[in-house]
Each structure stands twice: as C-alpha cells, then as structure tokens.
C-alpha cells in the first residue's frame, strides 16, 4: 500500500552539519519529512514524544548518552523503529552490531566524502522507507545471557544440515534463535544481509556471548556437529555434498535476488545437493531474497520453515516463501528452535511432498 503522507522522521546527531545534510538527502524527493532534528538523547526524547515519527535516525557515538544507551530506551519505553548512523571506524562496526541486537532496524555509515554523498543519500531513503513499514517490539529488560543447558543436547548429527536466511531484523532474530538452540546441533550456515565488514564481528560476537563455534565461512571447510558458519559480507555462500561431509563453497560477489550474499544463492545450492537431509528457514527480511530457493528446497524433499508474522520485524521474505508454497509452517523464534532441536534428533519431515506434513506441523494461516 502507498504511503498516504510524508514519512516523519527525527534526526539525532551531535554534529550540526551532520543533520543538515540528513534532512536534506531526506527531503529531497518529497516523501520524507524531517520533524526534528536533535542534538543529544534529551532533545531527541522529547521530540520523540512531541511529534510521534514514524522513523528515528540516531547517531552512534554523541556526547552525554551515547546512542546505544539511548536506543535501549527507546525499545524498552517507547518502541519506533531506527536507523543508525555511525561512522567507517573499528569501533563504529562493533556499536553498530550491537545496536542491531538491540533492536535497530537497519544501518547506514556515514559518508567518506563528497564524492559519496548522492549514493549515500539515495542509500538512506531506501532504509529510512523500509523501516517506516517494519513492526518494531517493546525490548524486554536486559537480563544476563547464558549457554543453553547442558540436558538440552540433542545427537548432533553431522549428516543433516541446517540453512537459514534473514535480512532487516535478521541481528536481533539470530541472536534469540541461537542462544536458543542446544549445543549439540546439526551443523547450521546462515546468509545474512549484511556489509564486508560486520559479517565477521556477528559471527565474533555469537561466538564470545553463547561460547559456540560460530564463525564466517571459509571456502572449502568441511561442517560438523556444533558448528554455526556465516556468509561474508562480500561473497556468496554454497554448499556442497562430498560423500557424507558437507563442504562450504564461496561464490562470486555478483548480486543474485539483488544481494551478496544472497539467500537464494545458498538455498539453491543445497537443493542440488543432499535436500532430503536439510532444514531450510526464512526469517525476517525485506523483500523476496530467499523465497525462490526454499521452494527449490521444498520441491527436493527439505524441510521448510518460516519465522511468524507476529514476530518479525519485516514479514516480507517469509511471507513472500509462504505465498510461492516453499514453506510447511510459520513459526515464532521459541517455536523454530524447537523444531531444529526435532529435526537434529531425526529427520522429521525430510522428503515429504509439498502438502504432506507430519503431526508437529502447524498449517500456515492465511494473511
């Protein structure tokens, strides 16, 4: 559907000339409305209570309360959906991951230089329009992370596989899905939209707060029980079948489905392979990147699943895989780990026909 009326956004950035070019690149096709522009966390709370936008640019790193703080307090007190801008530094990278599991829509880095500034202007229209139609959720208060339990371990069977493809919303999602799972799982690889550049922090990150072995993906590494691999940001991830062994493949970097890495590309690769022995899973996103691939899959005889309207940022990729008949059921984020500690205790659904689902399947409701 249109948007009836301009897109209302705050800006918040400690640097004057900073946001006057956020509201001009904002403003310059007319369906986007700067109705403030902030400083500091202060002045952005009350303009965030004052003029209710339907977007919030915020700044990573400002005086006072920096813009994770500030972001926390937002999701906690008064969910909108945000965009942060942070700058191309070591530690810019790092806030910026963090602000996305804390619930932050998207991201952009701010411009290099000049030359840059059109591109970059045009790059957060596009973030600031998909994150006006994102459903954003109160944060529940931070409590201490810890490793799922012991008892939870299921037989790890390394000759099954689990693939997963999320996009806007995907940081946040990942974080819950996998801090979720137990420790012994089938081995799983994940395509997430995400730059050269943060692919290998998220999978650091994973790694240090649930103790796994989560790593990016390297060409040619053969997968076992236990071990999470992530598409790099710059190239596409595949995978190959080798005798009982499943190989990881990095593509090119040409776009497919409009992304690298792209889910497609991933889900494609393993419905040549070995599908009847897969768990294929949409999760939040943008767009369609994925849907063709999970039907390729579900065609082959993997299990398909998708993540919940309801608990998605973005029902765009799922509902797109839901409407093609790649998926067998939608499930929210507890539900979904379920079903892969299930599927990593026995192939459950593998090789079922589209329409024929086993007793744990829900149906899919209809939009």
């Not at 602000?99 to 701010?110: E, F, Y």
């Amino acid at each position: 559907m249109a948007q009836k009326h301009p897109i209302r956004v705050v800006a918040v950035d400690d640097d004057r000339l900073m946001r006057t070019m956020i509201q001009r690149m904002l403003e310059a096709e007319g369906d986007i409305e700067i109705v403030g522009l902030a400083e500091n966390a202060r002045h952005a709370r009350s303009m965030i209570r004052e003029q209710d936008p339907d977007v919030v640019t915020l700044d990573v790193e400002m005086p006072g309360m920096n813009g994770l703080a500030f972001l926390e307090k937002i999701m906690t007190l008064r969910p909108v959906p945000v965009i942060m801008v942070s700058s191309l530094t070591e530690r810019g990278r790092d806030t910026t991951l963090e602000a996305l599991a804390i619930g932050a829509v998207d991201a952009v880095s701010k411009p290099s230089g000049p030359g840059d500034f059109a591109a970059w202007g045009e790059q957060l229209r596009s973030l600031v329009r998909n994150a006006a139609r994102a459903r954003v959720l109160p944060r529940q208060r931070a409590t201490a992370q810890a490793p799922p339990p012991a008892s939870r371990a299921v037989s790890g069977r390394a000759d099954l596989l689990v693939a997963i493809g999320a996009s806007t919303g995907g940081v946040a999602a990942l974080g819950e899905l996998i801090q979720k799972l137990p420790r012994n799982c089938p081995p799983i690889v994940i395509t997430q939209h995400m730059p050269v550049g943060y692919t290998e922090r998220f999978a650091r990150r994973l790694a240090q707060q649930l103790g796994l072995d989560c790593a990016e993906a390297r060409d040619g590494e053969p997968l076992s029980s236990g071990m999470i691999r992530i598409a790099p940001g710059n190239r596409h991830l595949e995978i190959a079948a080798r005798a009982a062994d499943w190989i990881t493949r990095l593509g090119d970097s040409a776009p497919m489905s409009g992304h690298c890495p792209s889910v497609d590309r991933l889900f494609l690769s393993i419905a040549r392979s070995r599908p009847e022995r897969t768990l294929g899973i949409i999760m939040t996103g943008m767009g369609k990147d994925g849907a063709r691939g999970l039907l390729a899959m579900r065609q082959a005889g993997a299990a398909c699943l998708a993540q919940s309207r309801e608990s998605c940022v973005v029902y765009g990729m799922p509902k797109v895989a839901r409407e093609m008949g790649a998926v067998e059921a939608e499930l929210p984020i507890t539900g979904l780990a379920q079903r892969i500690a299930k599927f990593g205790g026995r192939s459950e659904t593998a090789g079922r026909p589209p329409g024929q689902t086993n007793d744990i399947t829900r149906k899919i409701p209809h939009a």
